[in-house]
């Protein structure tokens, strides 16, 4: 059933409910990562896998319950009879191990896993719209409590949901209304102490609010597909900022540019970056994506190709967050990367931890064997810069050298490290 004729059936089983004295349940289904699939491999294979979490649900659950598809990737399920909560976990559970065993199509091998918000009747709403928009908030719940999980309906939950449903409003005008702005953190050469690239990193300006910071909003973007967009519009105006200063006298310095799972994924990338770098005129040598090891590992074909012509555009790869994905460590035999970035989790504890000093020992050694650059993330303190050095790290990033830093500060910065 679609939307409609589900909403006809919640009305009739909570009136049912009603007049026997019993409860049911509203399950609000997420695919996660589904537009990533859908972005990279195109809507013919987006439907057929619909089709395929659909037969799966429907046969996850009792012949009296309802599935529907509310459109894009969201599923409901109605559970009417509930005799315990305990009956909702069973389901939920069978849920997701329906939806664990992958799916074949066109020699590829598709993971999806479910976001499962869980609402009962009467406890947390009488009417079908205070359901659907309970059972929706527990789903968002479920969906930052790590994906592939269920969540039961709180009224916290509720405080949260009007919130993330702000951002998300918000965020729908922010590009038009030029409230994003890039910021620049020096990445440090430590031979020479002077500044070697500038990582690009997102900030909003928030109408009367002020400076939010990526790990507030990145995910709402990611979630709703404006990561795309917004992620064009980054790489375009870092180029742009990246000429100006140049025309200003200042010698030209490498940026860094991440790239989420979403935009890699996305079919129009290439041919975005190609469009940039012609109508802006910045040298391709000066551009590096950086991409997490997860991002990388998720289509390993499609992504060769991809990392193929960015590389053969004259860009620079590097893996973001090493350490803390797949580390799979064929790939970066296979794939065109020139650097790699130690996470900061490893350095955060490097001089009190033994196990992150050997962490870090084993990926200089094997970043020198495949030569490889080596920049490792939020260094705080000199102890940690030392501990670097005998190691033989070559670059450095982090607040004992700079914070991230708005245009002008960064071209003062520029301007002083030149002199």
């Not at 491999?41 to 529907?68: F, M, P, Q, W």
């Not at 598809?69 to 559970?79: A, M, P, S, T, Y």
């Not at 896993?113 to 009962?120: A, D, N």
């Not at 519009?233 to 025309?247: F, K």
Request: hydrophobic share 45%; glycine share 6%.
């Amino acid at each position: 059933p679609n939307r409609l004729l589900f909403q006809d059936r919640l009305l009739h089983a909570t009136g049912r409910a009603a007049r026997e004295h019993q409860e049911l349940a509203v399950m609000f289904i997420d695919l996660d990562r589904f537009k990533t699939i859908n972005d990279s491999l195109g809507h013919l294979i987006g439907d057929y896998l619909l089709k395929e979490v659909a037969n799966r649900l429907c046969c996850a659950v009792r012949a009296s319950d309802t599935v529907a598809r509310l459109g894009g990737d969201e599923f409901v399920v109605l559970v009417p009879g509930v005799g315990a909560v305990e009956q909702c976990h069973h389901v939920g559970e069978k849920i997701i191990e329906a939806l664990a065993v992958p799916v074949p199509i066109e020699n590829h091998l598709l993971h999806i896993s479910p976001s499962i918000g869980i609402c009962l009747y009467p406890d947390d709403g009488l009417d079908a719209e205070t359901l659907m928009r309970h059972a929706d908030a527990a789903m968002y719940h479920a969906k930052g409590a790590g994906r592939n999980n269920y969540q039961f309906f709180t009224q916290r939950m509720n405080q949260a949901a009007a919130r993330h449903f702000e951002l998300e409003s918000n965020l729908r005008t922010a590009l038009a209304n030029g409230e994003f702005e890039p910021f620049y953190q020096p990445i440090m050469d430590m031979a020479t102490r002077r500044v070697h690239a500038l990582e690009v990193l997102l900030r909003w300006r928030r109408p009367g609010i002020g400076l939010a910071l990526p790990d507030d909003f990145i995910p709402i973007l990611e979630e709703n597909g404006m990561i795309v967009p917004v992620g064009e519009w980054v790489i375009r105006r870092a180029c742009e900022q990246s000429m100006e200063w140049q025309r200003q006298g200042l010698p030209p310095v490498p940026l860094a540019i991440n790239l989420s799972a979403r935009q890699f994924m996305h079919k129009a990338l290439v041919t975005s970056i190609r469009r940039i770098v012609e109508e802006t005129g910045i040298d391709p040598a000066l551009v590096e994506f950086e991409i997490t090891e997860s991002a990388l590992m998720q289509h390993s074909e499609q992504t060769l190709e991809i990392l193929g012509q960015i590389n053969r555009m004259g860009m620079r790869l590097s893996i973001d967050d090493f350490g803390t994905g797949y580390s799979s460590l064929a790939y970066l035999k296979r794939f065109p990367v020139r650097k790699i970035k130690i996470d900061r989790a490893f350095i955060r504890e490097l001089e009190a931890s033994s196990e992150d000093r050997a962490i870090v020992a084993a990926v200089m050694a094997l970043a020198g064997s495949l030569q490889l650059q080596v920049v490792a993330e939020g260094v705080e303190t000199e102890e940690q810069l030392a501990l670097l050095r005998g190691y033989g790290c070559q670059y450095v990033q982090g607040w004992l050298f700079a914070r991230a830093l708005d245009s002008e500060a960064t071209r003062a910065l520029l301007a002083e490290d030149a002199a």
